[in-house]
Structures are given as structure tokens and as C-alpha cells.
């Protein structure tokens, strides 16, 4: 399996019960690390900040995807 790009918005708008916060992401991250590690699946993280460049291809939530 590869995964090549995951998420939680630390700010932005909510999309359909997905709510954006610094706790949520922490929240998305600690639980993808502990799913990843019991499926047995490796996963690296590249990118551990938000990248204010991406507003004009993913609008103004795109920038918020912080890890």
C-alpha cells in the first residue's frame, strides 16, 4: 500500500463534520502513526509545517494541511 499524501487541517473551514484544530491534526496524526504500525505499513512524514504557498492551487484551506 502507499499512501502518498494525508492530513488534518490545523485551520480553515469545517467540511462536513471534519473540523479543523491543532488537536484534531495532533489527533489524525498519533492515530495514523498507531493504524500504520498495527496494518504493518511503513510511512514516513516529509513535511511538518504549513505551506502558505499552496493558496492559489487548493484555495485558502489548502495552505493549513500541517503535517
Known amino acids: ?16 463534520g471534519a473540523f479543523p484544530s491543532e488537536v484534531n491534526a495532533l489527533k489524525y496524526f498519533i492515530n495514523v502513526q498507531q493504524w500504520s504500525k498495527e496494518e504493518k505499513i511503513d510511512m514516513r512524514f516529509f513535511l ?16 493549513y494541511w500541517s503535517i
Not at 500500500?1 to 462536513?16: E, Q, R, S
Not at 511538518?48 to 495552505?63: P, S, T
Open 1 to 16: 500500500m502507499i499512501i502518498t499524501a494525508t492530513g488534518w487541517l490545523n485551520k480553515g473551514t469545517n467540511l462536513k
Open 48 to 63: 511538518m509545517f504549513d505551506e502558505f504557498w499552496k493558496v492559489g492551487a487548493d484555495g485558502d484551506d489548502g495552505i
